[in-house]
């Protein structure tokens, strides 16, 4: 038996990635419209699940993300990154840099910035069905 896990709120499956450089820090990620997640083990969490929360990926037995769709890619900054570095980040983040190629977060790592964290999470009103085929899918 599979059990798919479907936020009813848009954008409420987000994964986000962490970097830091001395006292600077940046906050990235993408944002899905929508989305679900898949596992074989009954979620047991729904009890002690709180909406306004959320809860990450690797938290839920055997949870996989099965579907997304419309995903936005967001970054943001803390107050202590001027903004002339604010500029050449996002253009890394986004695939515009002239001077850098490649995937963002091996970009950040040459550039002397440390990978804290990278996690997905689920966070809003929530809605847990049993399956036998395959994931609902969205239009």
């Keep these: 038996m599979l059990y798919q896990i479907i936020p009813l709120e848009m954008g409420s499956l987000v994964q986000r990635h962490i970097f830091k450089k001395q ?3 940046i906050k990235c990620g993408t944002v899905w419209k929508l989305g679900s997640i898949i ?3 009954k979620p047991k969490f729904i009890s002690q699940y709180e ?6 990926i690797g938290d839920i037995p055997g949870a996989e ?4 769709y419309d995903g936005e890619k967001v970054i943001y900054f803390s107050e ?7 500029d050449e980040l996002t253009d890394i983040f ?3 840099s002239k001077k850098f190629s490649g995937e963002y977060a091996h970009v950040f790592q040459d550039l002397g910035w440390k990978a804290l964290k990278e996690n997905t999470y689920i966070f809003g009103e929530i809605e847990i069905k049993e399956i036998n085929d395959e994931p609902q899918q969205y239009k």
């Design 39 to 41: 596992t074989t083990t």
């Design 23 to 25: 006292n600077k820090e």
């Design 94 to 96: 986004y695939g515009k």
């Design 51 to 56: 909406p306004q929360v959320g809860m990450r």
């Design 65 to 68: 993300i099965s579907k997304t």
């Design 80 to 86: 202590t990154i001027d903004e002339d570095e604010q």
